[in-house]
């Protein structure tokens, strides 16, 4: 059984440093898919724009401007009030939103109780599937399993 950790909220897309329009998202996290965060612009249109990237970066996007390249986040004050801003680029265009800090912050605290720092490899059950795919098959002798099933055409003899 997986957990979903979602939170609705109205982002801004930042259109010029006196201009912005509102953006219905939705935030989602998975515990089947630990590393990653969901975001989903447009929630309840027609054409919903959905983005994936990792946790952690939101997460230091709190507290710093960090990522590089498709994805970078850093937090600032816009009026007074505390907002973490996405810079989002793709070959479609660029974008920068804006969300409440305060917002994203419960909900990454969310995620987190879900799924702590460093345990997310325990959420994909890598390990276990490792040890099936290893442990010997019931009823095969290890010499079987261990024997070249495509012996050597060399001949014996050395010729």
């Not at 007074?80 to 969300?99: F, I, N, T």
């Not at 460093?118 to 024997?147: F, K, Y």
């Amino acid at each position: 059984m997986h957990t979903v950790v979602e939170r609705e909220l109205e982002l801004k897309l930042v259109l010029s440093p006196e201009r912005s329009i509102p953006v219905p998202a939705r935030l989602m996290y998975r515990t089947d898919d630990p590393y990653a965060v969901h975001i989903t612009f447009h929630v309840g249109s027609d054409h919903p724009v959905a983005w994936t990237f990792a946790r952690e970066l939101l997460v230091e996007g709190v507290f710093r401007a960090c990522g590089h390249g498709d994805v970078r986040v850093w937090p600032t004050k816009v009026a007074g009030r505390s907002v973490v801003l996405m810079a989002l680029s793709s070959p479609d265009g660029d974008a920068l939103l804006e969300a409440p800090a305060a917002q994203v912050s419960a909900w990454l605290e969310r995620t987190l109780r879900a799924v702590p720092p460093g345990s997310e490899a325990e959420q994909l059950g890598i390990d276990d599937g490792l040890a099936e795919l290893l442990a010997p098959t019931p009823g095969c002798p290890d010499e079987l399993w261990l024997r070249d099933p495509w012996p050597s055409d060399e001949s014996k003899d050395g010729e």
